[in-house]
DNA sequence: CCTACCGATCGGTAGG
DNA sequence: CCTACCGATCGGTAGG
C-alpha cells in the first residue's frame, strides 16, 4: 500500500540521486503520478501513452521508467492513491458526524462525501479506477476490488436502517448498486461550475432516493463508526 | 443514418462482387460490426486492434479495409446502431402501453426496455456508446448526441407527470440523470443468468424512486406518444 | 534522468 | 478479399 511521504525507492540504475533539492524524487515521482491520473482520465489508459506522461512533466521518452517499472504500475498506484483518498475521506466524514446522527443525515454525509471524491481537487483518481479498470491486472483487480468492497460495505449499516424505517423501499443491497451507480455516473455530465452545486446534487439525491422526511425523525441510529466493514 | 437493410456498399477497390451466395457482402460487413461491437465493449476500442476484429472474424488484417474505411468508421457504425435500435426499442415499448397506463406503469415501462437495451441480445452495442464515447470525432459525438437528447426527451413527460403527482420527489431534470446513471452503471455488475432478473431490478428501480404507488392511482396521464420530444 | 535505440505492433494501402 | 508492405508509434531497455 503506497503512502505518499513513503514512496518506493526508485530503481537502482543509474546515478545516484544527488540533484537540486527543490526537484527531489519524490516531486517527480509525485508528478508523474498526477500526470499519469490527468490523462488517464482524460483520454484513457490505452489512449495514453508513457510518452504524453513523460512530456507532461518535461521529461524525456524513456525516464519514466527510472520511477516505475511500466506504464501499467504507474495506472496500479494511480488507484491504489485513489482508493486510499477515498477510504480516508469516508472515514473523515463519518466521524465528522455529531453522535446523534440519523441514518437519512448518514446518507446525505456519504453521498456528499463521494461527490466530493468524484468531482472535488482529487478528482482525477477515483474515475480513472472507475473506467479504466479492466487496464488492471487479474492480482491488481483483485487487490483493488477488496477496498471497494470495504468502501461500499460501509453504506450498507446506514442503507438498512433507512430501510428498516421504511424510508428506502428497495432491497438495500440492490439500492445500494443503484445508488453508487447514479453518483458514478455523474462523472459523465457535471460540470465544476456549472448550474448544479455538489451540495444541490446532494439535496436532489437524497429527494430521490428516500421517501419523506418527516417519517424518520427520531429513529434509532446505525451501529457504530464504520470501518470495520467486513471482518 | 444506417440501417441494416441498405448498407453503404463497400469500397469500389478489388474485384467485383462475385462469391459465394452464403457470404454476401453484407453478412461480411454484418458479421465485422458484430465483432467490432463485441471486442469495442470487451477490451475498449483503443485496446482492440483491426486485426482482432479481423481474426474474429476469419478474415487477413486488411480485409476489413475493404468494408470500412478506418477503424473510426466502424466504431461509428456501431455507436449508430446502437442508437437506433435503442430508439426503436424505446418506442416499441412506449406504444405497447394500453392508453390509460399510468405515468408510473410508463416509468416501468421506459426503465424494463433500458434494461433490455443494456443487457438483451444487443447488449454489445449502447454499452459501446457509452464507455466508448471519447473515441468518437467531434463531428460525430454532435450527431450522436442529437440522438441521445431525443431518447432521453421521452423520459421528461413521464417524470414530469410523477413529479406533479408527488411520488417523484427530485427535480425532474436531475432525477432523470440520476436514473439513468443508475441503470448504465448495471453495465458494471449485472450479471446475466445470475441473481437478479431485469424483470425484478426494474421492481427495485422503481421501488428506490419512486414514493408509494398507492398514490398515484388515477392520476392524470402524460402527453401522447413520445417520439416528437424536440421538435 | 538523458541518449540512443530495439522489437513489436498498429492503422492503413497498393495492386491484383 | 488476400498478399505484401509502409511509416508511425508504442512500451521498454542498456549504458552512462
Same mark, same amino acid.
Given at each position: 500500500?503506497?503512502?505518499?511521504?513513503?514512496?518506493?525507492?526508485?530503481?537502482?540504475?543509474?546515478? =545516484?540521486?544527488?540533484?537540486?533539492? +527543490? *526537484?527531489?524524487?519524490?516531486?517527480?515521482?509525485?508528478?508523474?503520478?498526477?500526470?499519469?491520473?490527468?490523462?488517464?482520465?482524460?483520454? &484513457?489508459?490505452?489512449?495514453?501513452?508513457?510518452?504524453?506522461?513523460?512530456?507532461?512533466? &518535461?521529461?524525456?521518452?524513456?525516464?519514466?521508467?527510472?520511477?516505475?517499472? /511500466?506504464?501499467?504500475?504507474? *495506472?496500479?498506484?494511480?488507484?491504489?492513491?485513489?482508493?486510499?483518498?477515498? !477510504?480516508?475521506?469516508?472515514? +473523515?466524514? @463519518?466521524?465528522?458526524?455529531?453522535?446523534?446522527?440519523?441514518?437519512?443525515?448518514?446518507?446525505?454525509?456519504?453521498?456528499?462525501?463521494?461527490?466530493?471524491?468524484?468531482?472535488?481537487?482529487?478528482?482525477?483518481?477515483?474515475?480513472?479506477? *472507475?473506467?479504466? $479498470?479492466?487496464? @488492471? !491486472?487479474?492480482?491488481?483487480?483483485?487487490?483493488?476490488?477488496?477496498?471497494?468492497?470495504?468502501?461500499?460495505?460501509? $453504506?450498507?449499516?446506514?442503507?438498512?436502517?433507512?430501510?428498516?424505517? &421504511?424510508?428506502?423501499?428497495?432491497? =438495500?443491497?440492490?439500492?445500494?448498486?443503484?445508488?453508487?451507480?447514479?453518483?458514478? $455516473?455523474?462523472?459523465?455530465?457535471?460540470?465544476?461550475? &456549472?448550474?448544479?452545486?455538489?451540495?444541490? @446534487?446532494?439535496?436532489?439525491? *437524497?429527494?430521490?432516493?428516500?421517501?419523506?422526511?418527516?417519517?424518520?425523525?427520531?429513529?434509532?441510529?446505525?451501529?457504530?463508526?464504520?470501518? /470495520?466493514?467486513?471482518?
Amino acid at each position: 500500500m503506497p503512502t505518499s511521504l513513503a514512496p518506493d525507492t526508485p530503481k537502482k540504475r543509474g546515478r =545516484p540521486p544527488k540533484q537540486r533539492a +527543490d *526537484l527531489d524524487e519524490g516531486n517527480r515521482r509525485r508528478q508523474l503520478i498526477e500526470a499519469a491520473a490527468r490523462l488517464f482520465r482524460a483520454k &484513457g489508459f490505452e489512449g495514453t501513452s508513457t510518452r504524453d506522461i513523460a512530456a507532461a512533466v &518535461g521529461m524525456r521518452s524513456g525516464s519514466p521508467f527510472y520511477h516505475f517499472e /511500466s506504464k501499467n504500475a504507474l *495506472l496500479h498506484v494511480v488507484v491504489q492513491e485513489g482508493m486510499a483518498f477515498a !477510504t480516508q475521506s469516508q472515514k +473523515d466524514a @463519518l466521524a465528522a458526524l455529531p453522535q446523534g446522527a440519523s441514518a437519512r443525515e448518514q446518507l446525505s454525509s456519504l453521498v456528499r462525501q463521494h461527490f466530493e471524491v468524484l468531482h472535488g481537487p482529487r478528482a482525477d483518481f477515483i474515475p480513472v479506477m *472507475l473506467y479504466e $479498470w479492466r487496464s @488492471l !491486472t487479474p492480482a491488481q483487480r483483485q487487490e483493488i476490488a477488496a477496498l471497494t468492497d470495504a468502501y461500499e460495505a460501509c $453504506w450498507t449499516p446506514v442503507l438498512d436502517a433507512l430501510h428498516g424505517q &421504511g424510508v428506502l423501499r428497495a432491497a =438495500p443491497a440492490t439500492a445500494r448498486l443503484f445508488i453508487l451507480g447514479a453518483l458514478n $455516473w455523474s462523472v459523465q455530465w457535471f460540470k465544476p461550475g &456549472g448550474a448544479r452545486s455538489l451540495d444541490e @446534487l446532494t439535496d436532489q439525491a *437524497l429527494a430521490l432516493f428516500l421517501a419523506s422526511p418527516a417519517q424518520s425523525a427520531g429513529a434509532p441510529r446505525t451501529q457504530r463508526s464504520c470501518p /470495520s466493514g467486513r471482518a
